[in-house]
């Protein structure tokens, strides 16, 4: 039974800081109560991910994997997240590979499909940037070698 989930696109948007304070204080009500049930750890997980500050996001990402390995009916929702979490945090490598793992479970999964195209470009922007990072490396590492060169021509 998929459970209804936002495209990756919409999965951008974060909550509320009082809609997140909402699930945290729920998660934190049933922690002290040495109960938790998944269904709260779920939402305050996927309320972390949401978030645009890193921190929040790793302890989301944190949260879902213990989900993952427990729970094994929660586990499609969790690969998307995880997925969405480690996009989020530019682990692009994790990302593709959770993402991968949905897709292989279905093929035909719109939103995974989605996070998979953002996923790419994340990959391909990193990438444009450690090209022009060596380039401009290169580009001093010449004109340091051609000032000395030039000083030591001139002694």
Known sequence: ???????????????????????????????????????????YAWGLVKSPIREHQVEGVRLLQEIYRAEPARRRECLYYLALGHYKMSNFEEAKRFNALLLEKEPTNLQSQSLGQLIDKGIAREGYI???IAGGAAALGTLVLAGLIRRAARK
């Open 1 to 43: 039974m998929p459970t209804e989930v936002p495209y990756a696109a919409d999965a951008e948007m974060s909550l509320t800081y009082d809609e997140l304070e909402v699930l945290r204080l729920q998660y934190q009500k049933e922690l002290g109560q040495n109960h938790v049930t998944i269904q709260t750890k779920f939402n």
């Open 130 to 132: 450690g090209m022009a």
